[in-house]
């Protein structure tokens, strides 16, 4: 039975070349910082958002959990959308690890308003916890893989300048919001205290992220990364798929996201099926069943028939399209789809 992951773009794996990158690494040892793959992979990220210096981590998460480590202190908040990864999908970290809490804001389709935002920040008053953090997240994987135009990320900026709060970005698809509306991944970034990117989901590596900021920010995220076991040895070998990722797959996300517009225009014509087509803007389509069954038992059956998604809620269903699934896939998928969901 032919099998079409749709579950994650987490779950792609090195192409030949990657692979041949990876095997040909010249390695030595990161926590000496003397792995001339990732020094070098770290001066191509950093140079890429227009920041002083990077440092490569092993996920997403921790990259993220260092940045709140960076800004805040323990009884601190934070500040972020209420669907933002760094609340939802990161085990309660910022809470079991540096002591603070997590001010959710709702946002329109992921997006913060800089006005609502504004309304969330507390007065001063010593019984209430001291926002230091704002947080965003572009594109919002919760929200459908949505953008946040950069007038916004400008505007939520000046919010934070002016509040005396820190700005990280969570860019894990930032390179398929780079790519999306053209606005380079520097241009993104500017604004931001911090960034982070990450390696292992459209670009195809098997792991890996990249935090970036200033020389001074960035010392003391060395020091946390080793804190939180992050501290790698020979990892020239991982780098190298970052590096040859950043050079041959960024322009294929495109692709990636043609065939999330043929997927949910084919799904969203299943009368099961409730899904406004022009929110899929990249490669993530989130789609809400109508009928009455849970999401859990449509996911099953199509499972069962080679096609695999995950449960977003209990009647809502995310699909993502990435670089190891075709647009014959795709059309399969709508094939078996077609048979589940009317």
């Not at 040892?29 to 490569?56: H, R, Y």
């Not at 809400?288 to 449960?311: E, F, H, T, W, Y």
């Amino acid at each position: 039975m032919k099998v079409v992951d749709l579950r994650s773009d987490t779950v792609t794996r090195p192409d030949r070349g990657m692979l041949d990158a990876m095997m040909q690494a010249e390695v030595g040892d990161d926590v000496f910082n003397e792995d001339p793959t990732v020094l070098l992979l770290q001066e191509m990220v950093a140079d890429l958002l227009g920041k002083d210096e990077a440092l490569f981590v092993p996920s997403g998460t921790m990259s993220n959990q260092i940045a709140v480590a960076l800004h805040t202190r323990p009884g601190d908040e934070v500040l972020l959308e209420a669907g933002s990864h760094i609340r939802n999908y990161e085990s309660g970290a910022a809470a079991a690890l540096w002591g603070v809490q997590l001010c959710p804001v709702s946002g329109k389709r992921g997006i913060l308003a800089a006005d609502d935002v504004i309304a969330s920040i507390r007065t001063g008053y010593e019984w209430e916890p001291v926002p230091r953090l704002l947080c965003v997240e572009n594109t919002n994987n919760k929200a459908g893989g949505t953008i946040y135009p950069l007038d916004r990320i400008l505007e939520l900026g000046e919010v934070a300048k002016n509040h005396g709060l820190g700005y990280h970005l969570d860019g894990a698809r930032i390179w398929n919001a780079s790519v999306a509306t053209g606005v380079s991944e520097k241009e993104i970034a500017a604004p931001f205290d911090t960034v982070s990117v990450c390696l292992s989901k459209g670009l195809g590596t098997p792991l890996g992220s990249v935090l970036s900021g200033n020389r001074t920010i960035m010392e003391r995220a060395r020091r946390i990364r080793k804190r939180l076991g992050g501290g790698m040895r020979q990892v020239g070998i991982v780098a190298a798929a970052g590096i040859y990722a950043i050079q041959n797959n960024r322009a294929s996300l495109s692709d990636d996201h043609k065939k999330a517009s043929v997927l949910a225009t084919g799904l969203s014509s299943m009368k099961s099926v409730t899904l406004d087509i022009e929110t899929v803007e990249t490669n993530i389509v989130v789609f809400d069943l109508n009928d009455g069954r849970l999401a859990l038992d449509v996911l099953q059956a199509l499972s069962s028939k080679g096609i695999r998604m995950i449960p977003f809620g209990p009647k809502t269903i995310r699909a993502t399209t990435h670089r190891d699934v075709t647009m014959s896939d795709i059309e399969l998928a709508l094939d078996v789809a077609q048979t589940v969901l009317t």
